[in-house]
């Protein structure tokens, strides 16, 4: 992001709105990217951070996390299934951790994101001001709409799930990661590192469709390999 020219932080939802009318204008979650590009620019961060959406709490059968919760909140909160904790708690940096908020990490959508892989499969749903709410994995393939604001993420927070991961070395990203739960009988998972967006897959049939990028860390086939290695091994993790 380049150097901001001016910074807002209003105290209602519909004041920040307001505000995100202008087309130079864009919202401040974690701020993990502030002035990182060191170019000049007319560009205005609307800061979220007093609006209070950072609750993370039960509400009736499934939890609503708040956007501007951070991932170290998610990672300590009792209302927050313990499998997903731990996949929050290595979301990222410590550092980081206190700063990056969950709306944040969902708008940016990146595809080796394990924490949007657990959200995919917990069923979460993504509120929004100025757009109807809808399902992350829709919302991962068409990006926020525009003039929309993420307040909040809900997930059920019930059944059993497990994660497996191959990387380089342990601090870093997985280059594929596999998240599997099961509820009610019903299974989910999800893949990182094969496309843009972390992607929900045929539990059966892991790399079905799948065309996957390649990078120096490895080729489209060595992915589609662990694809079907890891989405088989995190499946029999949770029979």
Same mark, same amino acid.
């Given at each position: 992001?380049?150097?901001?020219?001016?910074?807002?932080?209003?105290?209602?939802?519909?004041?920040?709105?307001?505000?995100?009318?202008?087309?130079?204008?864009?919202?401040?979650?974690?701020?993990?990217?502030?002035?990182?590009?060191?170019?000049?620019?007319?560009?205005?961060?609307?800061?979220?951070?007093?609006?209070?959406?950072?609750?993370?709490?039960?509400?009736?059968?499934?939890?609503?996390?708040?956007?501007?919760?951070?991932?170290?909140?998610?990672?300590?909160?009792?209302?927050?299934?313990?499998?997903?904790?731990?996949?929050?708690?290595?979301?990222?940096?410590?550092?980081?951790?206190?700063? $990056?908020? +969950?709306?944040?990490? %969902? &708008?940016?959508? @990146?595809?080796?994101?394990?924490? =949007? *892989?657990?959200?995919? /499969? #917990? !069923?979460?749903?993504?509120?929004?001001?100025?757009?109807?709410?809808?399902?992350?994995?829709?919302?991962?393939?068409?990006?926020?709409?525009?003039?929309?604001?993420?307040?909040?993420?809900?997930?059920?927070?019930?059944?059993?799930?497990?994660?497996?991961?191959?990387?380089?070395?342990?601090?870093? $990203?997985? +280059?594929?990661?596999? %998240? &599997?739960?099961? @509820?009610?009988?019903?299974?989910? =998972? *999800?893949?990182?590192? /094969? #496309? !843009?967006?972390?992607?929900?897959?045929?539990?059966?049939?892991?790399?079905?469709?799948?065309?996957?990028?390649?990078?120096?860390?490895?080729?489209?086939?060595?992915?589609?390999?662990?694809?079907?290695?890891?989405?088989?091994?995190?499946?029999?993790?949770?029979?």
């Amino acid at each position: 992001m380049p150097l901001i020219a001016a910074y807002h932080r209003p105290t209602s939802l519909d004041v920040a709105m307001d505000l995100l009318q202008a087309p130079n204008r864009i919202v401040l979650a974690g701020g993990t990217v502030v002035n990182a590009d060191r170019a000049p620019s007319d560009l205005e961060v609307v800061d979220l951070q007093s609006l209070g959406l950072d609750t993370i709490e039960h509400d009736g059968d499934r939890v609503r996390i708040g956007a501007m919760a951070t991932l170290a909140a998610g990672g300590d909160a009792d209302a927050v299934p313990a499998w997903m904790r731990t996949i929050a708690r290595a979301e990222a940096p410590s550092t980081l951790r206190s700063l $990056a908020t +969950i709306g944040g990490t %969902v &708008a940016a959508g @990146s595809g080796e994101s394990l924490l =949007l *892989a657990a959200l995919l /499969v #917990a !069923d979460a749903r993504v509120e929004l001001a100025g757009a109807e709410q809808r399902g992350l994995a829709e919302l991962l393939a068409t990006g926020v709409p525009e003039g929309a604001v993420i307040t909040a993420v809900t997930i059920d927070p019930g059944g059993t799930a497990a994660e497996a991961h191959t990387a380089r070395t342990p601090a870093d $990203a997985p +280059i594929v990661a596999a %998240v &599997a739960r099961t @509820s009610n009988g019903t299974t989910a =998972l *999800a893949l990182t590192g /094969v #496309a !843009d967006t972390p992607v929900l897959v045929d539990p059966l049939d892991p790399s079905a469709g799948l065309t996957p990028p390649a990078d120096f860390r490895g080729t489209a086939e060595y992915r589609l390999e662990l694809a079907r290695i890891l989405g088989a091994r995190a499946v029999e993790a949770i029979r």
